[in-house]
């Protein structure tokens, strides 16, 4: 199925510092989403883009999918500790799955 | 709650046993998904199901693993005489047609010694 590489693996930030992290594809997507999951807890849906260049903004988070659809990025502005958690893409195959990323873990200091 | 359910929060079982892990989706929705997620992996497709029909199957999953939806309701996944590296967190996730978005449960932890 399709395979996302996301990076980076981790980030340790202080509370409000920027955060970025990014999806990459070596093939077309037909649209990508976004999951957050709290230490301890599940993946909590974020996000689906599906046009080529789409934008699209949920408080401080800040989703882009790229013009060729091979990549993503979320973009967390001024990181609070209630941003701490992992951060999955997520893209379908061929068929009905829906193939995450390794995810980025952010660990937000105080 | 009206979210997704799944029974028991956490399993420990010796090698060999057989386990069963069951899944209460949202209840208007038709389609029903099982990962597995070890630590700092993200979650790993196993199985989906559209209504009562297995539609795909991982490559990877074992024959030991099978997983049924009778009623096109809730869900069971059976591992038979399981190993320590079935160890994980098994999620089940449902979702409403073409929306997308996969609402998940709590999980299930199992520890196989």
């Known amino acids: 199925g399709q395979q996302v590489m996301q990076i980076p693996q981790y980030q340790h930030v202080q509370e409000g510092e920027d955060f970025t992290t990014y999806c990459n594809s070596s093939?077309?997507?037909?649209?990508i989403q976004w999951y957050k999951q709290r230490p301890g807890g599940h993946p909590v849906f974020l996000i689906q883009?599906?046009?080529?260049?789409e934008v699209k903004k949920q408080k401080r988070l800040t989703f882009q999918f790229g013009e060729a659809k091979k990549n993503s990025s979320l973009h967390i502005t001024a990181t609070q500790t209630t941003d701490v958690g992992t951060y999955f893409c997520?893209?379908?195959?061929?068929?009905?799955?829906?193939?995450f990323g390794k995810g980025t873990s952010l660990l937000v200091t105080p | 709650d009206t979210g997704v359910s799944q029974d028991p929060r956490h399993k420990i079982t010796k090698r060999g046993q057989n386990v069963t892990f069951r899944c209460d989706p949202i209840?208007?929705?038709?389609?029903l998904y099982w990962y597995r997620q070890t630590l700092g992996q993200g979650p790993e497709f196993l199985t989906y199901?559209?209504?009562?029909?297995?539609?795909?199957k991982s490559r990877l999953l074992s024959d030991r693993f099978s997983a049924e939806r009778p009623k096109g309701s809730f869900s069971t996944l059976e591992i038979q005489r399981t190993e320590q590296g079935d160890s994980a967190m098994y999620l089940c996730?449902?979702?409403?047609?073409?929306?997308?978005?996969?609402?998940f449960g709590e999980g299930s932890r199992l520890t196989v010694l």
């Open positions: 996730a449902s979702s409403l047609g073409n929306t997308g978005e996969l609402f």
């Open positions: 883009l599906v046009k080529s260049g």
């Open positions: 093939t077309t997507l037909s649209n």
């Open positions: 997520a893209v379908k195959n061929s068929g009905y799955a829906l193939n």
């Open positions: 209840s208007e929705h038709n389609r």
């Open positions: 199901f559209q209504n009562e029909a297995q539609l795909e």
